[in-house]
């Protein structure tokens, strides 16, 4: 089944401690995204990657960091995690950047205390 | 930044009425998207409007785009219980590497 899949889905962490969300898709998508979504604000883009050792910035990058080093896996990582991060976070991918469709994952609530 | 901006925020209707949502959006794009979101789950893909087209229908789904206007509608027709969700305009940036959401639209269908 073609899919994206993130880990792990809910997520409490302490201000400070560094954690890893991960990405996975299985569908050989060239593009893959980090949203996060929050009350009021809709889904702002934190990083992309148009493809493998190619990432950029989107528009709320600030307090974090990606790593596209194969094409399926994207990685998102909080280094000092601090309650402003607290959110619900999407990675998607698609074939072609936003040419065609996004295929979302199930989503990662995380809260940080 | 928000490039689209939904309208209404909240929307509330019977089974069987239908349901317009209103998108409106600040630079030139290349396309743009439709999204629909079940409470907490990830976005669904509807339906995808290229910059130089006008209207595009999917079943009980038809959007609009005015480019001069710089807005989108999208219609439900026959709206149905299952339809509850909240829908998301998208656009995608002209250089092709960003597609940038809107804040959304609260659909409620009352059985």
């Known amino acids: 089944e073609a899919q994206v899949t993130q880990n792990p889905r809910y997520l409490i962490t302490v201000t400070g401690k560094k954690l890893t969300v991960t990405c996975s898709q299985n569908?050989?998508?060239?593009?893959m995204s980090w949203y996060r979504q929050d009350p009021g604000l809709g889904l702002r883009q934190i990083y992309y990657s148009m493809n493998v050792e190619v990432t950029d910035k989107g528009d709320v990058p600030e307090g974090y960091k990606v790593s596209r080093k194969e094409k399926r896996n994207f990685p998102l990582i909080l280094e000092s995690p601090s309650p402003n991060q607290t959110s619900l976070y999407f990675c998607?991918?698609?074939?072609?950047?936003?040419?065609?469709?996004?295929?979302f994952g199930q989503g990662t609530r995380l809260t940080v205390v | 930044s928000q490039q689209g901006e939904e309208d209404p925020q909240a929307l509330s209707i019977q089974e069987g009425e239908n349901a317009t949502m209103n998108c409106s959006y600040k630079?030139?794009?290349?396309?743009l998207q439709w999204y629909r979101q079940n409470s907490g789950r990830g976005l669904v893909h509807l339906i995808l409007?290229?910059?130089?087209?006008r209207e595009k229908h999917s079943g009980r789904l038809r959007v609009t785009l005015d480019t001069s206007k710089k807005s989108s509608s999208l219609l439900i027709t026959a709206s149905r219980a299952a339809d509850t969700a909240s829908y998301f305009c998208a656009t995608l940036s002209n250089a092709g590497n960003m597609l940038t959401f809107g804040g959304g639209t609260r659909l409620m269908v009352k059985p």
């Open positions: 630079t030139s794009i290349n396309n």
């Open positions: 409007i290229r910059s130089n087209e």
């Open positions: 998607a991918s698609s074939p072609h950047g936003g040419v065609t469709e996004a295929f």
């Open positions: 569908m050989n998508h060239e593009y």
